[in-house]
């Protein structure tokens, strides 16, 4: 094979990622193969798992990435259609050196892409601008590999629950959106002992119901109106790929995902007194103070699911998570992102307390805050705005600035956020008070800052 260029906006933070027949084609799927075959030969390995989600285009780059695989000697297991956590898991599993995951996630049906793990770690960044080099001046390793299928569902369904015990029956809802996790939830249900309704479970790759992203509410109204027909304890949602997860209360009302990490973390903190658990800088103030009353040590950290595996495997947290749903368990767990697993945990908490979802979340304190809003800012400029934002900052006084990721403001009234995200071309704002009054006040100061360094503020 020679020498391939990649479209520079396909090599991603996280994934490589494109339109199909566009940006991205069967041939960047190749040589995506063989340039990732060839850091594994070079980090000592010779064995990678690939598997695919249920659009209709993943066959095709499957096959593709297959044989950019073999050509750089690779011995390639086939997993078929899976969710990306059972790639995860096949690396662990079949004790491979690494996986490849075709999949486009939440994004249109006409989108794929591919997530990769290097040895045990998340593959992204700088590693995967690499790929980009080894293409495109052809430093391939060359060799003979070898292809076979595995079938890996009743084994990963046996880890979900090797030991999870039930406390009282649940009636659970689950959205599959017709994305990769139908079949793994599908085994579960069979296998977990609770009243099981499941919408949506075969993967079809047109997403003819609703699209496969809980991080939207109208993607979750099948969910909540067949909670509330049902009288169930509890809604669950995946995205197209079934890493991240969206949950629904019994009175029909999204959870989100700072919430639902408060929820998850009473229980892992009980099992690991003064543990470390990390969320990401979205999340509420209320989280954050949550993990301390439960003795544990809160960490807040950058946004990314690479960043946060990263950060776990640094600090040994047994838990973390992320405003998007993706939830990470070490604890009885590998750490990765899977968001059966999570349900799985959830209901396992949720069986052995007496009170129903809503009132432990209504139990916790009540703040008001915004959405994550999402604003338009070229690629080109949207990290300087936060720069010049920070430096607006220091002429403040009476608050506290963290920049772990973007700014983090806290005042008086509560705290707001401005990150540039590292994925699209758009700046990410939120802001919580304990009051209307306060929050109106931090989002005037909000306003004030963009306004300051020449940005048009979004309509908040
Ligand atoms: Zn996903």
């Known amino acids: 094979m020679s020498a391939h260029q990649f479209r520079p906006t396909i090599l991603r933070e996280y994934d490589v990622r494109g339109v199909v027949g566009d940006t991205l084609s069967t041939d960047d799927a190749r040589a995506l193969g063989r340039a990732f075959g060839t850091r594994v030969i070079r980090n000592g390995g010779t064995k990678v798992s690939v598997g695919r989600d249920g659009r209709l285009s993943s066959p095709d780059m499957e096959a593709a990435v297959v044989e950019g695989l073999m050509a750089a000697g690779i011995a390639v297991t086939r997993l ?11 690396v662990y599993a079949l004790e491979t050196d690494g996986g490849i995951m075709i999949t486009g996630s939440h994004n249109p049906p006409n989108h794929n892409g591919f997530k990769m793990m290097l040895g045990k770690g998340p593959f992204f960044g700088a590693d995967i601008q690499d790929l980009g080099r080894i293409a495109s001046e052809g430093d391939f390793e060359s060799g003979e590999g070898s292809v076979e299928d595995a079938d890996i569902l009743d084994s990963y369904v046996d880890r979900l629950l090797r030991d999870v015990s039930l406390g009282r029956q649940l009636k659970i809802v689950w959205d599959c959106g017709n994305g990769a996790a139908g079949p793994s939830v599908n085994q579960v249900c069979m296998r977990l002992p609770s009243n099981h309704k499941v919408l949506f479970p075969e993967v079809d790759g047109t997403f003819p119901n609703h699209h496969p992203d809980p991080t939207v509410p109208e993607n979750l109204e099948d969910l909540m109106a067949m909670v509330l027909e049902r009288g169930a304890d509890l809604g669950i949602a995946f995205d197209g790929d079934g890493d991240r997860i969206g949950v629904i209360d019994d009175k029909g009302r999204v959870l989100w995902g700072d919430q639902l990490l408060t929820v998850l973390a009473e229980d892992v903190l009980k099992e690991n007194p003064g543990a470390t658990v990390i969320a990401d800088v979205k999340a509420s103030q209320v989280l954050f103070d949550k993990i301390a009353e439960f003795g544990g040590k809160p960490l807040m950290w950058r946004t990314g699911h690479s960043l946060i595996k990263t950060k776990m495997a640094e600090t040994g947290a047994p838990l973390a998570g992320e405003m998007s749903g993706h939830i990470f368990f070490k604890d009885r767990y590998y750490g990765f992102d899977d968001a059966l697993y999570a349900a799985v945990r959830l209901i396992e908490g949720l069986s052995h307390r007496d009170e129903p979802l809503s009132a432990i979340r209504d139990a916790l304190p009540q703040v008001m805050n915004t959405p994550e809003m999402r604003f338009q800012c070229d690629d080109t400029r949207k990290f300087d705005v936060v720069v010049e934002v920070k430096d607006w900052l220091s002429g403040q006084t009476g608050i506290e600035v963290s920049d ?33 009054a306060g929050l109106e006040r931090l989002k005037g100061q909000l306003r004030a800052a963009l306004t300051a360094v020449g940005e048009t503020p979004p309509d908040i």
């Not at 078929?80 to 096949?90: D, E, H």
């Open 80 to 90: 078929g259609g899976v969710a990306t956590p059972m790639l995860y898991y096949s």
């Open 404 to 436: 772990a990721d973007g700014v983090r403001v806290n005042t008086p009234d509560g705290w707001w956020l401005l990150r540039a995200s590292n994925t699209q071309d758009v700046l990410v704002a939120r802001c919580e008070s304990q009051t209307e």
